[in-house]
């Protein structure tokens, strides 16, 4: 099995819930940090919307350069436009992880800074990593949403806004 069919399984299933966290995302609370050195709120969604993109950079390319680059944090302006582009940098990524061959994720791959290491090794590793790395703030996503009081679905399994579908330590039966 390639290693690509092993990891879009887990890429299709990350999307489907940042998916479903970043449509709660409430537009009028962008602004909103829970510490002066934290991102906005509205900065934090974007760069989960945005990450499914560094997936095809880390497997089109052999290094990034970031002091050589015009790439700015992409800032939503509406909650639509958030979920508009995550849906289409989800979309776009899947081909490209698809098509990729194990000789290719073999490679390595840098991210520099002024000629400076900050980011790199074997490419297979680092779509992991990445994975993790959108899993990671989509976490801390859910945080500053509890926080701004935005009730949340579960990742996998209900959330605590969903656990009134518990009663007595075992699921409800739906009502005939």
Not at 82 to 96: Q, W
Not at 112 to 117: D, K, P
Not at 123 to 142: E, F, V
Not at 147 to 172: C, K, Q, T, W
């Amino acid at each position: 099995m390639k290693i690509s069919e092993m990891l879009l399984p887990e890429y299709d299933l990350e999307v489907v819930n940042t998916r479903k966290l970043l449509e709660r995302v409430p537009q009028d609370k962008f602004t909103w940090k829970p510490h002066e050195k934290s991102m906005t709120l509205g900065q934090l969604a974007g760069h989960v919307a945005e990450l499914p993109t560094f997936l095809s950079v880390i497997i089109r390319t052999e290094k990034l350069e970031l002091s050589n680059t015009d790439l700015r944090p992409f800032q939503p302006a509406s909650t639509a436009e958030l979920v508009e582009v995550f849906n289409k940098n989800a979309v776009d990524t899947r081909p490209t992880i698809a098509e990729v061959s194990d000789s290719d994720l073999g490679n390595e791959w840098q991210l520099t800074f002024q000629g400076a290491s900050i980011y790199g090794g074997r490419k297979s590793l680092l779509l992991l990593n990445t994975l993790g790395h959108m899993i990671h703030h989509r976490g801390q996503l859910t945080v500053y949403l509890r926080l701004v009081g935005v009730a949340f679905p579960g990742m996998y399994g209900p959330s605590a806004d969903e656990m009134g579908i518990f009663e007595g330590g075992h699921p409800r039966q739906a009502d005939s």
